[in-house]
Nanobody
Framework: QVQLVESGGGLVQAGGSLRLSCAAS????????MGWFRQAPGKEREGVSC????????YYVDSVKGRFTISSDNAKNTVYLQMNSLKPEDTAVYYC?????????????WGQGTQVTVSS
């Protein structure tokens, strides 16, 4: 199995940027579909972005398209989420996830989460 540790969250003003990192250990990320989910207070967890292990294709939820970019560095066994033009509605706990197949809608392994707060 794989262990996931997120970092890079914090407090930022609207319009600012953050880069989240997800360091994996135990197994290489190239064998998983890696994704980022988020959960805001009082809301359900939603998939934000993912990158396929098979062909490197990416997925973004409509609300972050053009602002967020997912990438992976297999040499560092790390996945990133570059978040630009942040909005207050992006405030949430962000979770890194790994899925053994090709789905972006679910995960087999989760990180502990990192808080992102965007002030207006």
């Amino acid at each position: 199995q794989v262990q996931l540790v997120e970092s890079g969250g914090g407090l930022v003003q609207a319009g600012g940027s953050l880069r989240l990192s997800c360091a994996a250990s135990g197994r290489t990320i190239s064998t998983y579909t890696m994704g980022w989910f988020r959960q805001a207070p009082g809301k359900e967890r939603e998939g934000v972005s993912c990158i396929s292990s098979s062909d490197g294709s990416t997925y973004y939820v409509d609300s972050v398209k053009g602002r967020f970019t997912i990438s992976s560095d297999n040499a560092k066994n790390t996945v990133y989420l570059q978040m630009n033009s942040l909005k207050p509605e992006d405030t949430a706990v962000y979770y890194c996830a790994a899925e053994s197949g090709s789905s972006c809608a679910k995960a087999d392994y989760w990180g502990q989460g990192t808080q992102v707060t965007v002030s207006s």
